[in-house]
C-alpha cells in the first residue's frame, strides 16, 4: 500500500496509524523520515492479512526535530478480498 503524504517541516519520524469504525487503534506502522513538502511511504501487503473485510480509518502523524507531533487528516481504507 503506497500513501501519499505531505509534512510542512522535515520529521524526524513519520507514523501510519490505522483504526477500526470504533475508532480503536489497531496498528502503527512507521514510514522512513521525510523532508518537508510531498512525500510517498509505502506499507507490506501482507501486514493487512489479519485484517477483515471493511472500512478503516488511517491517520499520518509526524514528529520535527523539535519534538512537536503534528497529524493529518483522518482517511478512509476499505479491505476488500
Known sequence: MNIIYKV??????VK???????LRL?????LYPSGAGM??????ADLFKAFSNGIYF????????KGAEKSGVINKVIILR
Do not use: C, H, W
Not at 501510519?16 to 470504533?22: I, L
Not at 489497531?26 to 512507521?30: D, K
Open 8 to 13: 510542512l517541516d522535515p520529521s524526524d519520524t
Open 39 to 44: 512525500n510517498k511511504g509505502s506499507i507490506q
Open 16 to 22: 501510519v496509524r490505522f483504526y477500526t469504525r470504533a
Open 26 to 30: 489497531i496498528m502503527e506502522e512507521s
Open 58 to 65: 488511517y491517520e499520518v502523524v509526524s514528529r520535527d526535530i
